[in-house]
């Protein structure tokens, strides 16, 4: 039986990845900020699942949580998400906004990126799916610290990419995901087009978790945004946005 972890499975994107993962056979170790919807997903999926209470913030216990998910699962781990985030439209710049973003997509993002590679590489094996933003590619002016903090995810995966390299037989793999607009709390804005539902974006990860794809626009005329975002001038995007 494959063994996967989702860190931030209790909502959105994460939850509808555990849905796949378990009707393609895995075992699923959890996490999410909150106990009584870690609950209901043990209610739901009973011993296909082991639940953790665990938020990315806490620093002091990320490395606890991950080891005692994989000890649960039995030693092993095959593929680690990480659908944890937040982000607010924040014009104002209002620090304790733009600290709570940083704290989470940057430092507890990190943390766990950093221990699930070491972990992969002294298994030898493991696949470490993350879920960035096309937002990365950019700034913003209404949310200066999310479009920032996902920059960085991409650049930290990209590093450990090149990190696998390292880890003799070529079985440690590196995902970024970088969704559009899809029907989550994390769809910041107002007016937003080509919003995509949940469920089809998560079958649409799900086919490149599979495919083991080094990066991955969803949904995929994202690709077409994504092209376009990387040629605009800043002065005419400053314009525009």
């Keep these: ?46 011993n296909r699942i082991e639940t953790s209470t665990h938020d990315v913030q806490e620093e002091a216990t990320s490395s606890k949580c991950f080891t005692n998910l994989i000890n649960a699962l039995g030693g092993s781990v095959d593929l680690v998400i990480h659908s944890s985030g937040i982000g607010y439209e924040n014009p104002t710049l209002d620090w304790n906004k733009e600290k709570d973003t940083l704290l989470t997509n940057v430092m507890g993002a990190t943390l766990i990126y950093n221990l699930v590679f070491r972990f992969f590489k002294s298994q ?37 990419y090149f ?40 079958k649409q990860i799900f086919k490149a978790i599979q495919k083991k794809k080094r990066r991955v626009y969803i949904t995929k005329r994202w690709n077409l945004i994504a092209w376009v975002l990387k040629i605009v001038p800043s002065w005419l995007q400053r314009k525009v946005m």
């Design 124 to 160: 030898g094996y493991g696949h470490l799916v993350a879920i960035s933003s096309i937002a990365s590619l950019r700034g913003n002016r209404s949310s200066p610290a999310y479009f920032a903090s996902k920059a960085f995810q991409v650049n930290y995966l990209e590093s450990l």
């Design 163 to 202: 990190k696998t390299k390292e880890v003799p037989g070529n079985q440690v793999f590196v995902t970024d995901i970088r969704p559009g607009f899809i029907d989550t709390k994390m769809a910041l804005g107002d007016g937003i087009f080509w919003m995509a539902s949940t469920q089809k974006a998560c």
């Design 1 to 46: 039986m494959q063994t996967a972890i989702i860190f931030g499975a209790t909502s959105g994107i994460g939850k509808g990845l555990l849905a796949l993962l378990i009707s393609h056979g895995y075992k699923v170790g959890v996490t999410g900020r909150r106990t009584e919807l870690l609950n209901q997903l043990k209610t739901t999926y009973g």
